[in-house]
């Protein structure tokens, strides 16, 4: 049984974050021979004010600017 948890920024639509589980459920079967209904995924949403990259914080880099506007919109 997978259990796979995604750590991504908040802001993602049911949608989004319901076509990613879709898409990796299918490989997970196709890859992992798993059963789809034991393929497990939780996700965890971070705010960008607590990770960065390459030594700035997400909230404060403007190529995250889309992602940090639908977090506030949230």
Known sequence: MPNITVE???GRSLEQRRAFAQAVTAHAVEILGAR???VRMVFNEITPDIVANGGVLAS???SRAGV???FEKS
Request: aromatic fraction near 0%; charge should be negative.
């Open 36 to 38: 789809p209904q034991d």
């Open 60 to 62: 404060e880099d403007p």
């Open 8 to 10: 991504l920024l908040a």
């Open 68 to 70: 940090v506007a639908a």
